[in-house]
């Protein structure tokens, strides 16, 4: 597929403005020679706009239809083939196994929505029949209107264009506006192309996707401000992610804004854990701490354990492993600016101590950074909130704590996180229920004797967690379950068999799971 480097709003390419931008080979560092267009005030204006008349269509579709196009979506994607593989590795340097692994996820997450949609029960019906004064209440969730979708710039895939969030906003039947993310804007064109061709193919509304490029913060100021858009979707920093959920805020009329942020992802080993597998456990951990380059959002980036000699040892060989491990390649300038500018503040705290790294490798042709380990104590994480922030990139920080009470009171002054993990044995099972319930309370899903990156596409996945890691700790944006950030319940009373949609009427014609009168049941009433 030929590229345009013009912005796709309800199916037509259009290129109103003239500031544009370019493809970084974070390889190379070479620019591209292919312009990219940034979307004008006007071209947001229009690609809500189509999303709005768009809804007023979708809203109507089926299930089964809706599953229809997202099969093609799919299926348009896998299309694209190795250009798709080639494009987003010139643009993200991730390589082909790791995108060729990251293709298959987004389909398959995709697919995973369509196969939700038709075994339906995900519309959550509830049916409260009339009784002795008590009305007739009929509940299901509906989509909630136009998405704002902003890609994220470490999944090119999997968290983009058509990744997890614009999977389960089109899923709920919403139309999506997506931000490009700046990162790979070729890749994200072919994903425009991709999408487009399942709108046409499957007669939706051209204003079901509209794909906006853009370099700067104005793309996706107008598009939060825009009063048609309901709802965002973001994977990204706590400072962008903050801002458009502040933007959100200022509306007139707020809108749930779903932002996906830092985390640092804390684990903590206990001495029994270290007794018993301290060399498989430091393999593990500086395999997840420089998977990737570093740049997942699970990264675990503070790890928390008592001081002892076997904990000396273990932070020595961790710091050994990771000098030892070669340095990756850093998505883009920015994200490289970003780690150094994280760790060099850092570096100022007098309670810092570098064991490895700390710096970028700045004669070398790629963007990278050393592989790095820094130490701490527990007073000055529980005394500087400074000291828990992301460093987003091959970078991990041990806290040593004078002893178990140590330990708890620093677990107690952890912010919120996307996971949380404890390394421990079998023998530690009646003592560390404790220090597991805390560890719950910080996080959206606790590890145990794992290591969090790596997320599973399951629905019983959440990728989500309290604030700082999110805005909406009741979400995830990561499994089935996202797909319910952009519905909404209504609830029917009294209303007329003949005007409830069939999901709520008696007979159940869709034949899906319902709770009717307290009792799960696909039954009709
Ligand atoms: P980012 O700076 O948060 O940007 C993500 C998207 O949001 C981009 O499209 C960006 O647009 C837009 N944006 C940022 N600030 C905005 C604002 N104030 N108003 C409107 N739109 C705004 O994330 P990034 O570029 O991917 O990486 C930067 C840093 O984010 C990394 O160094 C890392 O610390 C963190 N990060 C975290 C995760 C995670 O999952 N936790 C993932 C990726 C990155 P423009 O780029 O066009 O301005």
């Not at 809804?55 to 250009?83: M, T, V």
């Amino acid at each position: 597929m030929s590229l345009s480097g013009k912005n796709s709003i309800a199916g037509e390419l259009s290129a109103e403005g003239s500031d544009v931008f370019f493809s970084v080979d974070p390889r190379n560092k070479t620019t591209g020679s292919l312009p990219f267009y940034n979307a004008t005030r006007a071209e947001v204006d229009r690609a809500v706009n189509a999303a709005a008349a768009a809804f007023g269509e979708i809203r109507h579709y089926p299930s089964s239809k809706i599953a229809g196009f997202l099969d093609e979506a799919a299926e348009q994607i896998e299309a694209l083939g190795d250009d798709l593989l080639h494009t987003a590795d010139s643009e993200t340097g991730l390589g082909l196994p790791r995108l060729t692994g990251e293709r298959a996820r987004t389909t398959g997450q995709i697919r995973a929505f369509a196969n939700l949609l038709r075994e339906g029960a995900y519309l959550r019906a509830i049916i409260n029949t009339e009784g002795p004064g008590q009305p007739a209440i009929k509940q299901m969730q509906f989509p909630l209107g136009p998405v704002a979708v902003f890609a994220a710039s470490n999944f090119p895939f999997a968290f983009a264009v058509a990744g997890g969030d614009s999977a389960s906003a089109l899923a709920a039947g919403c139309p999506i506006v997506v931000k490009a993310h700046p990162g790979h804007p070729a890749t994200s064109e072919l994903f425009a192309g991709a999408i487009n061709a399942a709108v046409a193919a499957q007669g939706f509304p051209a204003g079901t996707f509209s794909l906006l490029q853009g370099n700067g913060i104005n793309v996706g100021q107008w598009l939060v401000a825009h009063e048609a858009i309901e709802a965002v979707g973001f994977t990204g920093s706590l400072r962008g992610g903050r801002a458009i959920y502040d933007a959100a805020s200022r509306r007139p009329r707020p809108i749930p804004v779903y932002a996906e942020m830092g985390s640092v992802n804390p684990v903590v080993i206990t001495q029994a854990a270290l007794a018993a597998r301290a060399d498989e456990i430091a393999d593990g951990l500086v395999g997840s701490v420089t998977m990737g380059t570093g740049q997942f959002c699970t990264n675990p980036g503070l790890i928390l354990l008592e001081d002892s000699g076997a904990s000396r040892d273990f932070i020595s060989a961790v710091t050994e492993k990771m000098e030892a491990a070669p340095a990756g390649i850093l998505l883009n300038e920015s994200i490289a600016a970003g780690l150094n500018s994280a760790v060099s503040d850092t570096v100022t705290h007098p309670q810092i101590e570098v064991l490895t790294g700390a710096e970028a490798i700045s004669e070398s042709d790629y963007f990278c950074y050393r592989n790095t380990v820094m130490q701490t104590t527990a007073a000055a994480i529980r005394n500087d909130d400074r000291l828990q922030v992301e460093h987003f990139g091959p970078v991990t920080l041990f806290v040593v704590c004078a002893g178990a009470e140590d330990l708890k009171s620093t677990v107690d002054a952890l912010e919120g996180n996307l996971t949380t993990t404890v390394h421990a044995e079998e023998s530690e099972l009646e003592s560390i229920g404790g220090l597991l319930h805390q560890l719950r309370e910080k996080a959206g899903r606790v590890i145990w004797n794992g290591f969090p990156t790596g997320v599973a596409v399951v629905h019983a996945m959440q990728h989500g967690g309290p604030y700082p890691a999110t805005t909406a700790p009741g979400t995830t944006s990561v499994g089935m379950n996202a797909i319910y950030r952009f519905m909404r319940p209504i609830a029917f009373q009294n209303v007329p068999e003949a005007l409830l949609p069939p999901a709520l009427q008696d007979a159940n014609p869709l034949g899906i799971l319902r709770l009717v009168d307290d009792v799960y049941t696909d039954e009709a009433v």
